[in-house]
């Protein structure tokens, strides 16, 4: 009886119960096991933003060189598994994203070719970039109002969106912003006409624009922009 008491409920004089150590050192184990499955966040994962923060963030780009440079801006939403090319017309004729080789300063090359890395499925590691890449993933992109890509202390104006699905956030034609407006009660009303970009003005002025990414349950609410402010509202 003693022996039971030991082994199970009374403590001996030296602590611990024997059943009490077995659970200690199970507690361990599984902790250990769990720390090792789990790996440091890669650098191009702890760059990526949920919607509000990225819309905010790259608005404020939008901004500052639509001011620098006294022209109307656009903020373009590339779509994973989208193309951007590259070569020397002065348009592209895709739906995706056009860079004009002979348009980039050397300054920026580095940018480009960094901003590739993060982005885009088999980046280069040497200037001059090859024809055409698809996007890896998700991101907004500051350019010009022929959508030309923009350049900030030679660096392109990009953020990368966080990808809870790991697909493609939209459907259709990739078209994210819906124009409308917030109503007296809060709530958004949409014209359900929607595009790839909205405009941001030398003025600060955005377009009355939301970004919703319906084929992702976390995205799929419309997150306003206020074109005053340029704060993100995230709807119901």
């Known amino acids: 009886m003693k022996k039971l008491d030991y082994l199970y409920g009374k403590h001996s004089k030296d602590g611990l119960t024997l059943l009490e150590l077995f659970i200690v050192i199970l507690l361990i184990s599984i902790i250990s096991a769990v720390l090792c499955k789990l790996t440091f966040p890669s650098k191009e994962d702890l760059q990526r933003k949920g919607p509000k923060e ?13 001011n620098r440079d006294a022209q109307k801006m ?13 070569d020397n ?16 300063n050397p300054n920026c090359r580095d940018s480009v070719l960094n901003f590739l890395q993060e982005t885009v499925v088999s980046p280069p590691t040497a200037w001059p970039p090859k024809n055409k890449y698809n996007t890896k993933t998700p991101l907004f992109v500051v350019t010009d109002a022929k959508e030309k890509v923009t350049f900030d202390e030679d660096k392109i104006c990009y953020v990368v969106l966080a990808n809870p699905i ?5 459907k259709g034609f990739h078209t994210a912003f819906e124009e409308g407006h917030v109503d007296s009660k809060g709530q958004w009303k949409g014209k359900r006409t929607s595009h790839r970009y909205f405009e941001v003005y030398p003025s600060g002025m955005c377009n009355s624009v939301s ?17 005053v402010s340029g704060i993100v509202t995230v709807h119901k």
């Open 74 to 86: 656009r903020v373009l939403f590339l779509d994973q598994a989208i193309p951007i090319t590259f």
């Open 166 to 170: 790991k697909g493609q956030l939209t």
């Open 211 to 227: 970004f919703k990414g319906e084929e992702c349950q976390e995205y799929n609410r419309e997150h306003s922009i206020n074109p």
């Open 89 to 104: 017309n002065a348009t592209g004729s895709e739906a995706g994203l056009h860079i004009q080789l002979s348009g980039v």
């Open 54 to 66: 990225a819309l905010e963030i790259i608005i404020k780009m939008a901004r500052k060189t639509a």
